[in-house]
């Protein structure tokens, strides 16, 4: 069957397709399709945000979307950017703006206090109803300074012990194997993989 990966955001597009390859599902994404708005954003919560983009999107295009909502969650911070990930530095932001943002407001907090975490949770919806949904996270510290050219976002911020770098510094199979992002998505195959038995 059809999958559309509807998400306007290139890094997780890329993420998408390269795990879902192999898999017995047409990939394709909004922009395979054709110009979409961008899905409205006003909830509290990446499980409403994800919801309302699956639904957005299945509606507009007839298909089967499966729609991501995700963020990095820093404690120092109470939890912030969370759902505010994309636009942390303001509207427009650029992933390199936002980088600093971060940063700035990090300034001279010690490592054990740079606990974070990237959030990620997906939707798969068609117009009619919701199918699945699923979670997923990875557990990291904020540098003080970016490493590594890969990825997208805050990548190159979060170092992650287990793998003894940045998501930033791994390629795109290994980010994928234990990001917060390649979690959730392992878990809704599954759901789907059952369904098919
Ligand atoms: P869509 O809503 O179209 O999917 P978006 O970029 O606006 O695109 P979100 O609202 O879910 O998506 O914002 C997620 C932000 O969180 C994203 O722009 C990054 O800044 C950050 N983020 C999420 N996953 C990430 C990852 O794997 N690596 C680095 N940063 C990530």
């Known amino acids: 069957s059809e999958i559309i990966v509807a998400t306007q955001n290139a890094g997780k597009v890329a993420e998408f397709k390269a795990a879902l390859n192999g898999l017995p599902y047409k990939v394709l994404s909004l922009a395979d399709l054709g110009k979409f708005p961008e899905a409205p954003e006003q909830g509290e919560t990446f499980a409403e945000n994800a919801c309302s983009k699956a639904k957005f999107y299945a509606r507009l295009t007839g298909k089967l979307c499966l729609a991501d909502d995700s963020g990095l969650e820093v ?3 109470k939890g912030e950017p969370g759902v505010y990930s994309a636009r942390y ?107 098919e038995k």
């Open 75 to 77: 404690d120092y911070l």
């Open 89 to 195: 530095a303001g509207e427009y932001a650029s992933d390199q703006d936002n980088n600093e943002k971060l940063l700035e407001h990090l300034i001279g907090v010690p490592p054990e206090k740079r606990t974070a975490r990237f959030r990620c949770v997906l939707v798969l919806a068609d117009a009619e109803k919701l199918w699945y949904t699923a979670d997923g996270t990875v557990e990291g510290i904020i540098l003080t300074e970016a490493r590594g050219n890969s990825g997208f976002g805050y990548d190159p911020l979060l170092f992650v012990p287990e793998m003894d770098r940045t998501l930033a510094e791994m390629s795109p199979a290994e980010k994928n194997q234990i990001s917060h992002r390649g979690r959730a998505l392992k878990k809704l195959v599954m759901q789907l993989a059952d369904q």
